[in-house]
């Protein structure tokens, strides 16, 4: 049972453009909610995140924009550079239980020059 | 800040053998640790999560026997591969959480590339 979806599955966006990944969770007690980004061969690395709390979030050219009673949030790269080219994945985890991480299936970005 | 460091990065071995690999978080504590594994083109399996001087929570289907883990320090996690198979081979990444009350985030070590011969 995936509990965080994820879309698309891939992504081929213009230099400067704007890369948008959505993703959707069932689960109303999560309450974190991770992107990451992973390069091939190298571990996730911890891009942005957020909490329910706030609709919106912004560090640099990403953009969490976070839809409570729509459970969905969605990553926006703003001025997308062939550098961005990786694979990105959402995830969401709640405060009580072992507060495990929830991974989307990923979405892997490719910025053309 | 948040460094989590993984030894090996990647390994051969023969199937029949065991294999260990070293999760450290460099400049924090870590109360709990993460073992995941990841197929080519796949999103990360959380394969058992550990707390420092307890035993590991395995996930379902995952082998406890074939998959040891000792989390025996608050910057020291290790995942032993026994008697490993070719179906082992993969990709396997480590995270830690600190011990800051009400801490989410997780760090990512950049992960072992098992492969079995």
């Known amino acids: 049972q995936q509990q965080v979806k994820q879309s698309p599955q891939s992504l081929i966006v213009q230099k400067g453009g704007i890369s948008i990944i959505n993703c959707a969770y069932e689960?109303?007690?999560?309450?974190?909610f991770p992107w990451y980004q992973q390069f091939p061969g190298k571990g996730p690395a911890l891009l942005i995140a957020?909490?329910?709390?706030?609709s919106e979030k912004k560090e640099g050219r990403f953009t969490i924009s976070f839809n409570k009673s729509a459970k969905q949030f969605s990553l926006h790269i703003m001025d997308s550079q062939p550098g961005d080219s990786a694979t990105y994945f959402c995830a969401a985890s709640r405060k009580t239980g072992a507060n495990n991480l929830f991974f989307g299936t990923g979405t892997r970005l490719t910025v053309i020059p | 800040g948040a460094v989590v460091s993984q030894h090996p990065s990647r390994v051969i071995c023969k199937s029949g053998t065991s294999v260990k690999i070293e999760c450290r978080s460099l400049?924090?504590?870590?109360?709990?640790m993460f073992w995941y594994r990841q197929f080519p083109k796949q999103s990360l399996m959380l394969m058992a999560t550990s707390n420092e001087g307890s035993k590991a929570t395995y996930e379902q289907g995952v082998e406890k026997d074939k998959f040891l883990i000792n989390h025996a320090s608050l910057t020291l996690s290790t995942l032993t591969v026994t008697s490993a198979h070719p179906e082992d081979s993969s990709f396997y990444i480590c995270s830690a959480r600190g011990t800051r009350e009400g801490s989410y985030e997780q760090y990512f070590g950049p992960g072992t590339r098992l492969t079995v011969t």
């Open positions: 689960n109303t007690a999560f309450d974190y």
């Open positions: 400049d924090f504590q870590a109360t709990t």
């Open positions: 957020i909490r329910p709390d706030v």
